[in-house]
């Protein structure tokens, strides 16, 4: 039922080129300039004439959700803002009928996300889910939606999920864009013809498992660790920390690498491991200056950086290369390498990487 992996984790994380291309398939037509979703083509006017977008989830869901904030503003250019469905539930938030509510959640089943989404209906919203889990409780209580196509997700540590669900998002924001006019028509091609190769790129920077073994094996009794990254990476920071401390359960935290000197950096020292996102595109020379603080302050530095970089290489004591994509879809290729370290860790660990302890798959209490 492994598929002949070890765990169900690396079985999933070694999915995510099949389940990307699953999540798009008859939605998006690189050639043709179209991306078609039915939940999205039928309510197309609620989504072009929406004030806001809020997205309400949990944990991986919610990272997803960070992602996709700074991708539909860029995009869609439509104001969203991203918040815990934990909080959000309980802070009397200002919900208005032109405000549309997008909820994700891998099992659909989650709580406080499904109790955000009756909130947001109370006070007419129209609602738009993206979940995993085909009929599930998130599902069914929605307005419209579009499933993400992982198939099931079994790791407690969400992985294909993720990535699936950045998928969905980028073409919903997409959609959007071709709709109001907000993208040339030449980056609305390029992006489509991109997100189309994008599970090569993933299949590609899986090939980085062997790395990351390595660089796992010095780092597994590190008491700390933390991650970095700016812009559409500084979600993957957050996320990779928590894959980090959920299964291996050291202590990690993600930070966007320029709030740094704003407290943190004081944590540094010969002892930290520091993980840095630092793909070539994007902000590219803001983060090699990051990393010379770091290192400046004596901190282990692994890097993710873009094949062929030479100016993090000499910088950073472990580098870990991955293919070029563009800026905004990064985080579907920067994740992987990150996922592939956690699970690494763990195993050495002797974790029970599947079913950590103190965790369950869906939270279904608040
Ligand atoms: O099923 P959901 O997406 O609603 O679950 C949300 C979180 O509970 C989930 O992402 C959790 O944080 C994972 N264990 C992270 O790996």
């Known amino acids: 039922e492994k598929g002949g992996y070890?765990?169900?984790?690396?079985?999933?994380?070694?999915?995510?080129?099949?389940?990307?291309?699953?999540?798009?398939?008859?939605?998006?037509?690189?050639?043709?300039?179209?991306?078609?979703?039915?939940?999205?083509?039928?309510?197309?006017?609620k989504f072009l004439n929406a004030d806001r977008i809020i997205i309400v989830a949990c944990g991986t869901s919610w990272h997803a959700g960070l992602v996709a904030e700074y991708i539909f503003e860029e995009f869609a250019r439509i104001p969203v803002e991203v918040e815990y469905a934990s909080e959000f539930r309980y802070r009397n938030p200002i919900i208005n009928s032109k405000d549309i509510v997008i909820a994700i959640s891998q099992s659909g089943e989650t709580a406080d996300t499904m109790a955000a989404i009756k909130l947001a209906?109370?006070?007419?919203?129209?609602?738009?889910?993206?979940?995993?889990?085909?009929?599930?409780?998130?599902?069914?209580?929605?307005?419209?939606?579009?499933?993400?196509?992982?198939?099931?997700?079994?790791?407690?540590?969400?992985?294909?999920?993720?990535?699936?669900?950045?998928?969905?998002?980028?073409?919903?924001?997409?959609?959007?864009?071709?709709?109001?006019?907000?993208?040339?028509?030449?980056?609305?091609?390029?992006?489509?013809?991109?997100?189309?190769?994008?599970?090569?790129?993933?299949?590609?920077?899986?090939?980085?498992?062997?790395?990351a073994k390595e660089i796992a094996s010095v780092f597994k009794d590190a008491p700390n660790c933390l991650y970095l990254g700016r812009g559409y990476n500084f979600p993957v920071a957050l996320e990779g920390a928590l894959k980090l401390k959920e299964i291996s359960y050291i202590h990690a935290e993600g930070y966007p690498a320029a709030e740094m000197k704003h407290g943190p950096i004081a944590l540094i020292d010969e002892h930290m491991p520091v993980v840095v996102i630092a793909p070539k595109q994007g902000h590219y020379d803001k983060i090699v200056s990051n990393i010379q603080e770091i290192k400046s302050r004596s901190g282990k530095i692994i890097?993710?950086?873009?094949?062929?970089?030479?100016?993090?290489?000499?910088?950073?004591?472990?580098?870990?290369?991955?293919?070029?994509?563009?800026?905004?879809?990064?985080?579907?290729?920067?994740?992987?390498?990150?996922?592939?370290?956690?699970?690494?860790?763990?195993?050495?660990?002797?974790?029970?990487?599947?079913?950590?302890?103190?965790?369950?798959k869906s939270v279904t209490v608040e």
């Not at 765990?7 to 291309?21: G, N, S, T, W």
């Not at 998130?138 to 540590?157: F, K, L, N, Q």
């Not at 094949?307 to 290489?313: L, S």
């Open 6 to 45: 070890d765990h169900f984790m690396l079985k999933e994380i070694y999915e995510q080129p099949d389940v990307i291309k699953d999540t798009y398939r008859g939605r998006l037509h690189a050639n043709d300039g179209i991306i078609q979703m039915a939940g999205v083509e039928d309510n197309l006017e």
């Open 121 to 211: 209906k109370e006070n007419g919203a129209f609602v738009f889910g993206v979940c995993n889990v085909v009929g599930s409780s998130i599902s069914r209580e929605t307005h419209a939606g579009a499933y993400t196509h992982a198939g099931p997700e079994i790791g407690v540590a969400s992985t294909k999920a993720f990535t699936t669900q950045i998928t969905v998002l980028t073409m919903i924001a997409l959609r959007l864009a071709k709709a109001k006019g907000t993208m040339s028509v030449s980056d609305f091609h390029m992006y489509l013809q991109e997100l189309e190769i994008i599970p090569e790129k993933v299949k590609e920077a899986l090939e980085t498992n062997q790395r």
């Open 303 to 360: 890097a993710v950086v873009t094949k062929g970089d030479t100016q993090v290489r000499e910088l950073a004591d472990y580098v870990i290369e991955i293919p070029e994509t563009s800026d905004a879809l990064s985080p579907l290729i920067t994740t992987i390498p990150l996922q592939l370290l956690s699970y690494h860790i763990a195993v050495m660990r002797g974790c029970n990487v599947d079913q950590p302890r103190n965790l369950a």
